[in-house]
């Protein structure tokens, strides 16, 4: 079976860059920044990203390259016999979990993109009562949801070089423009200093075992790591790709987007009144409204653009993040079984729409049904985040670090001795050691809880 590829350097980065940059960045961010007490959770976030979520990253990207084959098989292909592949099984099951509670809210981004369409008169109104009857309707959310996951299934279907890599070279660039212009517009708000303190003055009272569960399940969940995703995508580089500098940009980039929707949405918080810094889900949903009314309200065809240009734009950066979790059943279930790629996308979106509506159906009438006090979607975003994007990680680390053939770690590293790699030792240190130690350590205190 011929296996797709993507087609230049610039495609690998903003593919990998696509797939971590999404609502994790702009919308989840800014929620557990909010509701973890601000910059205490940001340094710890800052040091999971790069001590312990960019080794897997690296990890990942040698496994898939070294493999060439989807998340199960690469496993089977390494450590032939042995029961390695259970974690690509854990992936995948992942995968599907995580797309399923992601569209949710990519279908709410949908909805406000179109409102913004059509609502060029517009008046400013109470966002936090628009947002809960917004979702907590049964319907609308379900059909955006729809809509959502099959736009999804179409660039998936159309493969890897056309659909996945020209969608994310063409509107990551745009991304990155436009959410430097909101910061740089929102710090202009009267809570600015107020949002500034909390984003960047740690109180380190507020430090807690809970606080580093959260923020090693959003640094693994923002770079899309352990669970295979970017087994997948690095399957398709290509002999000349460079792992480690791919990786390192790729989480810059990441936390550049990051660091900067907190900088438009904390200022814009603390600016508007009856809205709390934990306000959970929908804090971005009725800040952002809110941020376009102050700061642009007087131009009112400027705020039209502005407000639909970003909703617009976050669209896509979900759609991108949703290609990729797609992408590792999708490739699973093509390869494995033998089914044609349009065959196996077709049973990924249909289960993960169905599951994707029990998430968006807990918002409202199946708010009622609970498992260990979380709805569905809570408890999709709570097992993936964080429980099995981090053991997955760990495994990840494990495999690579101690599992795999040396020589072959060494050459898809250093591109088989063609790169001088200065920070090499400290990687491997990282990946066998720290990354395995760190995320061991932070399960065993919350079952000893
Ligand atoms: N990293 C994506 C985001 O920040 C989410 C994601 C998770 C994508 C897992 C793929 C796999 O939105």
């Known amino acids: 079976m011929k296996r797709g590829a993507f087609d230049s350097k610039l495609g690998v980065i903003l593919a990998s860059a696509g797939s ?8 989840r961010f800014p929620t557990e920044v909010g509701s973890n007490g601000g910059a205490a959770f940001i340094l710890i976030y800052l040091a999971c990203i790069f001590l312990v979520a960019m080794p897997v990253m690296v990890a990942e990207f040698v496994i898939g390259r070294s493999a060439h084959a ?14 390695w592949f259970l974690t690509g099984y854990l992936g995948v099951a992942a995968g599907f979990m995580v797309l399923s509670f992601y569209s949710v809210v990519a279908g709410w981004t949908l909805g406000y993109t179109l409102k913004a369409i059509t609502n060029y008169s517009h008046a400013s109104a109470d966002y936090a009562a628009l947002f809960n009857g917004f979702v907590s309707t049964p319907l609308q959310p379900v059909i955006f949801l729809s809509i959502f996951m099959f736009i999804t299934h179409w660039v ?9 890599e020209r969608f994310s070279k063409t509107m990551m660039p745009l991304l990155f423009i436009i959410i430097a212009i909101l910061a740089v517009c929102s710090l202009s708000m009267p809570g600015a200093r107020k ?6 003055r740690p109180d380190f009272s507020k430090l807690n075992m809970d606080v580093a569960l959260s923020a090693m399940g959003q640094a693994f969940f923002s770079l899309s790591v352990g669970i ?3 087994v997948t995508y690095s399957s398709y580089f290509s002999k000349g790709t460079k792992l480690i500098s791919s990786a390192t940009n790729v989480c810059l980039i990441d936390t550049l987007v990051a660091i900067c929707a907190g900088l438009f949405i904390f200022p814009a918080v603390f600016s508007m009144e009856g809205v709390e810094a934990g306000a959970g889900p929908g804090l971005v949903f009725i800040t952002l409204p809110h941020v376009f009314d102050t700061l642009l309200g007087g131009i009112p065809w400027l705020r039209y653009f502005v407000s639909v240009l970003f909703d617009l734009l976050l669209l896509l950066a979900a759609l991108t993040s949703s290609i990729s979790m797609h992408e590792i059943c ?9 089914t044609s790629r349009r065959r196996a996308a077709t049973i990924v979106t249909t289960v993960c729409g169905l599951l ?6 807990s918002f409202g009438i199946w708010s009622c049904y609970t498992i260990c006090g979380m709805t569905f979607f809570e408890l999709f975003d709570y097992l993936t985040a964080k429980i099995l994007m981090p053991l997955g990680g760990m495994l990840i680390c494990v495999f690579a670090g101690w599992i795999m053939d040396r020589k072959l770690l060494h050459d898809q590293l250093t591109n088989n001795g063609t790169l001088k790699v200065h920070s090499l030792r400290a990687l491997i240190f990282l990946t066998r050691w720290i990354a395995p130690l760190g995320v061991g350590m932070i399960f065993v205190n919350e079952l000893l809880k």
């Open 228 to 230: 295979g995703t970017l």
């Open 20 to 27: 971590a940059v999404g609502l994790g960045n702009i919308w």
């Open 330 to 338: 999708t490739a699973y279930i093509h390869e494995t079984y033998n």
């Open 70 to 83: 989807n998340t199960v098989e690469a496993y089977r292909k390494l450590a032939p016999g042995k029961p």
């Open 156 to 164: 998936v279907s159309r493969g890897v070089e056309k659909g996945i």
């Open 356 to 361: 994707g509506i029990a998430c968006s159906l």
């Open 195 to 200: 949002g500034l303190e909390f984003l960047f």
